[in-house]
């Protein structure tokens, strides 16, 4: 059984930074691509950025670029989302999703995958 465990989320002030952790189990960690996801009240689901665990091809949305950043450990089958200079715009449920990947390098950041976390709240306030 897939799952996808989220952790790291909190309350935060503006400038300050977190880490998101995304912890895997049940499949091949390396054999999958991995999204990070945000949800905020009263807006739509935002893709923030993807990376194919196979090589560590990333690909994230331009709009976040500088301040967030996705990497993984293959070792501990974790994807991990670092934001630095929060704002309090950034306040959101975070989710994590993962599909097979099929050898590809590309992954497609603005697009929710097969399998899905249950979400870590940020909240960004002074």
């Known amino acids: 059984e897939v799952q996808l465990v989220e952790s790291g989320g909190g309350l935060v002030q503006p400038g300050e930074s977190l880490r998101l952790s995304c912890a895997a189990s049940?499949?091949?960690?390396?054999?999958?691509?991995m999204s990070w996801f945000r949800e905020a009240p009263g807006k739509e689901r935002e893709g923030i950025a993807c990376i194919v665990n196979h090589d560590g091809s990333s690909y994230s949305a331009d709009s976040l670029k500088g301040r967030f950043t996705i990497s993984k450990d293959n070792a501990k089958s974790t994807v991990y989302l670092q934001m630095n200079s929060l704002k309090p715009e950034d306040t959101a449920v975070y989710y994590c999703?993962?599909?097979?990947?099929?050898?590809?390098?590309?992954?497609?950041?603005?697009?929710?995958?097969?399998?899905w976390g249950n979400g870590t709240l940020v909240t960004v306030a002074s």
């Open positions: 999703s993962a599909e097979p990947s099929y050898g590809s390098s590309y992954c497609d950041h603005r697009y929710g995958m097969d399998y």
């Open positions: 049940g499949f091949t960690f390396s054999s999958y691509a």
